[in-house]
């Protein structure tokens, strides 16, 4: 499956701020490990794999956590994703770290 196929919505919300940071990208524009990591999550199952928990996952201690959504779409397939702070996969921390860069505040929906 070719990269640039790849699409990405990316949502930050939470903190102590409250302001909420949004971006969307092609996988090309992705370094090459993260846009297969991306794929990878696409295709997850398990939580060990990235995949989404049964149910949500309870609310970590504090007020100053984030909830992050990741909507991967290629060709006909489409997985939304849902973390906070506490409960993202080590593989795609990298991932999040380069959405949120790219990312631009934007208004609460």
Do not use: K, N
């Not at 993202?88 to 934007?106: H, I, M, N, Y």
Request: proline share 8%; glycine share 10%; hydrophobic share 35%.
């Amino acid at each position: 499956m070719a990269t640039e196929e790849l699409h990405l919505i990316y949502r930050r919300s939470g903190g102590f701020a409250g302001i909420v940071m949004a971006a969307e990208c092609l996988g090309a524009d992705l370094p090459e490990d993260q846009a297969r990591v991306a794929t990878d999550l696409l295709g997850a199952t398990t939580e060990a794999e990235g995949g989404e928990r049964a149910s949500p996952p309870p609310p970590g201690p504090g007020a100053d956590q984030f909830s992050y959504t990741v909507r991967i779409r290629q060709g006909a397939r489409s997985r939304t994703l849902t973390w906070s702070d506490s409960t993202v996969p080590e593989l795609a921390r990298p991932l999040l770290s380069t959405l949120g860069a790219l990312a631009q505040p934007t208004r609460a929906t």
